[in-house]
């Protein structure tokens, strides 16, 4: 029944089937045609791949379903990106999502393509209830240490959402605010909000690493984003540091000798 099909057409059929339970896929499988037995073969890839992805985003929502049963109504979900660089701030951000936001491709950010988390980034700002951002600069980490520094971003994140959130998912840390919290290790890839929020926050401090890469070239800020890459190192020991760079942090503090 399905040779009258072209296996152009098959290709487009499977391409809306989304169970192999599917009547019409079940159908298809009886085509011994080569090429239909290879489209449904990719077909079936494709199926198993949005399974364990709509499996994943369920459990990425455990942390969330907890906090609604204890009654709170907004979550923020908080992260922050720049620990480790040589130069740069440390940027946190705090995102309320809505409670029955849409799979929109949550992860780690540093699992994800510039590209990719561009993309997310947009549909963050578009579909959540609020964003807070927190930014401490070089010279705050030098003074304090890069841990406190994160926990501060944190703090200021969180102070910035317009809609103050009655409980909070933080990845890894806690912070001091008087808000109901839990510190998740390695939350942004348990917690749709956290991950939101490491998405946020790393779209924006890479976009800050661009400009400083015009107002202090050289050292190629706008690709490593302050981390320490040969570039970078490069461009330490031809022009030295600039206003940006952590004095405390090795090799940086070497430079000042």
């Known amino acids: 029944m399905t040779e009258k099909y072209t296996i152009s057409q098959i290709k487009e059929i499977l391409s809306s089937i989304h169970s192999i339970e599917d009547p019409m896929f079940q159908q298809l499988s009886l085509d011994m045609r080569k090429g239909v037995q290879t489209a449904l073969k990719s077909c079936q890839k494709r199926i198993e791949k949005e399974q364990k992805r709509a499996e994943h985003f369920i459990e990425m929502q455990y942390y969330e379903i907890l906090a609604y049963q204890e009654g709170a109504s907004f979550i923020a979900g908080v992260d ?69 520094a994160s926990r501060l971003a944190m703090q200021q994140a969180v102070s910035e959402l317009k809609i103050q959130p009655d409980y909070l998912l933080i990845d890894a840390m806690k912070i001091d605010v008087n808000t109901p919290q839990i510190g998740i290790i390695k939350g942004d890839a348990k917690s749709i909000s956290i991950a939101a929020a490491s998405i946020v926050a790393k779209q924006v401090r890479d976009q800050m690493m661009q400009e400083f890469d015009e107002l202090y070239p050289g050292y190629d800020f706008s690709n490593n984003a302050g981390y320490g890459t040969p570039k970078h190192l490069e461009g330490l020991k031809s022009k030295g540091i600039c206003p940006i760079h952590r004095k405390t942090f090795a090799p940086i503090k070497d430079y000042l000798e």
């Open 80 to 148: 922050e990106v720049g620990r480790g660089p040589l130069a740069g701030p440390v940027v946190a951000a705090a995102v309320i999502l809505p409670k029955n936001i849409e799979d929109l491709g949550f992860d780690d950010s540093k699992k994800l393509s510039a590209s990719k988390r561009e993309e997310i980034y947009r549909l963050i700002q578009e579909k959540a209830i609020a964003i807070g951002i927190g930014i401490v600069d070089a010279d705050i980490i030098d003074q304090v240490n890069i841990y406190q």
